[in-house]
């Protein structure tokens, strides 16, 4: 099974900076694309930001300027630097990757636990 483990979050004052990381492991042939989705007290989960394995790159109108997504295929992890942190970016932000299993074992697609990133005024 694909694990993925997550950190970087933390509690930061507005105009602050954090840099998430989300590092899979297990069994994996190859990975298709890395993401970072959120969600805030009582909303739904958003996308932030995706990466491809092709390198393009997608954002969160919210957060463009301010966040980029970034990934080291060697070593299986995708990082969010997030600048200019606003309180409204408060939130439990998800990993998600998706890719193809070793082994003909087809494809999956994973979710992290999540790191709390709050961000006050």
């Known amino acids: 099974q694909v694990q993925l483990v997550e950190s970087g979050g933390d509690l930061v004052q507005a105009g602050g900076s954090l840099r998430l990381s989300c590092t899979a492991s297990?069994?994996?042939?190859?990975?298709?694309?890395m993401g970072w989705y959120r969600q805030a007290p009582g909303k739904q989960r958003e996308l932030v930001a995706v990466s491809t394995s092709g390198g393009n790159t997608n954002y969160a109108d919210s957060v463009k300027g301010r966040f980029t997504i970034s990934r080291d295929n060697a070593k299986n992890t995708v990082y969010l630097q997030m600048n200019s942190l606003k309180p409204e970016d408060t939130a439990l932000y998800y990993c998600?990757?998706?890719?193809?299993?070793?082994?003909?074992?087809?494809?999956?697609?994973?979710w992290g636990r999540g790191t709390q990133v709050t961000v006050s005024s």
């Open positions: 297990g069994g994996i042939f190859r990975i298709d694309t």
């Open positions: 998600n990757v998706v890719g193809t299993l070793g082994m003909y074992r087809g494809p999956f697609n994973t």
